[in-house]
């Protein structure tokens, strides 16, 4: 996603603010912040996608008069859909989840037990299994493709990424 649009989620939710560079991390030792490092690995047709899981993350916490404790760890396209790993700055980050190709993916949901972080986790299952229906590169209505690699694209989306695979 380019920096412009990241910038912009990171201007309207502050969750979605990045820490320490991928420079800085390495002079310090190594990666230990893969979002603020690396930023959203996925094209900028999620950018609308994103948006909408993060204004209804921002909204729960407004509803619940909670400061907003999510700590985004890594967002991602992998298989095609969305990953959007996250943890809460009083749970341990834990392992977020083992994914399989072509066949089924565990994902670990953090918070159990508190009716809000039980509520985020659904509406961050809701947006990845929702990017499987938008194109990853300009947002209109996708399915998932296996060119190169596997990714969601709209038909002309998928027909310009076939012509440059051949």
Not at 21 to 33: H, P, R, V, W
Not at 35 to 61: H, M, P, R, V
Request: hydrophobic share 30%; with cysteine.
């Amino acid at each position: 996603m380019t920096d412009k649009l990241e910038k912009a989620l990171a201007e309207r939710y502050a969750f979605m603010k990045k820490g320490r560079t991928l420079d800085q991390q390495m002079k310090s030792g190594g990666i230990d912040d893969l979002y603020s490092a690396f930023g959203c690995q996925c094209e900028d047709g999620w950018y609308d996608l994103l948006d909408e899981i993060c204004a209804k993350i921002q909204t729960i916490y407004n509803e619940n008069g909670r400061k907003p404790n999510i700590i985004i760890d890594q967002i991602k396209e992998k298989y095609g859909t969305l990953r959007f790993y996250y943890h809460f700055g009083d749970k341990d980050q834990g392992i977020h989840a083992f994914d399989c190709i072509g066949g089924p993916s565990v994902k670990f949901m953090p918070g159990k037990g508190d009716e809000l972080y039980e509520r985020i986790a659904e509406i961050v299952s809701w947006g990845e299994d929702r990017s499987g229906e938008i194109c990853e590169e300009c947002g209109k209505p996708g399915t998932i493709r296996d060119l190169m690699y596997i990714q969601t694209l709209c038909d002309d989306c998928y027909a310009k990424a076939a012509d440059q695979e051949e």
